[in-house]
């Protein structure tokens, strides 16, 4: 069973509410997808921190209905 791009963005919202997601489906089959995540959270967290932060969000839903994601997170940058 797949999963959509909106329920995954929807789940780390849920968890980080000031987050910046951005979901791009890699193979159009629902199971491989990339996602961008920036937020505030992640500030002063190693980026494995950051990566485990997502997962977490994800409520282990890695591996099983979502097979593959390619992850990158940021902290936003200040507006000078």
Known sequence: MAMAADDIA?????????????????????????????SAAFRGMSRVAQHKAVYSALGGRMGGVLHALQLTTAVPTSAA
């Open 10 to 38: 929807a789940m780390i919202k849920a968890a980080m509410p000031d987050a910046e997601v951005t979901i791009t489906d890699l193979a159009g089959d629902g199971d491989h997808y990339a996602a961008h995540v920036v």
